[in-house]
C-alpha cells in the first residue's frame, strides 16, 4: 500500500516532467553518440506519424 502511495506522488510531483525530460535527454545522447546512431536518425528522419508528419516536419 505505501509503494502505491509513493508512486502516485511522485507522478503527482512538480518535479516529474523535468525528471522525465532528463532521462529521454540523456537516452538521446547515449544513442545519438553510439553505435545506436542509425536507429536513432532513423526514429528521427524516416518514420512517419500519421499521413506526412515526422519529427523534423517543419523543417523542410
Given at each position: 500500500m505505501g509503494d502505491?502511495?509513493?508512486?502516485?506522488?511522485?507522478?503527482k510531483s512538480d518535479a516529474f516532467p523535468g525528471i522525465l525530460l532528463l532521462c529521454g535527454t540523456?537516452?538521446?545522447l547515449i544513442c545519438?553518440?553510439?553505435?545506436?546512431?542509425k536507429l536513432y536518425n532513423y526514429v528521427l528522419y524516416k518514420v512517419v506519424i500519421g499521413e506526412e508528419f515526422n519529427i523534423h516536419?517543419?523543417?523542410q
Open positions: 502505491n502511495n509513493k508512486r502516485q506522488s511522485l507522478f540523456v537516452l538521446a545519438a553518440n553510439t553505435p545506436l546512431d516536419f517543419f523543417h
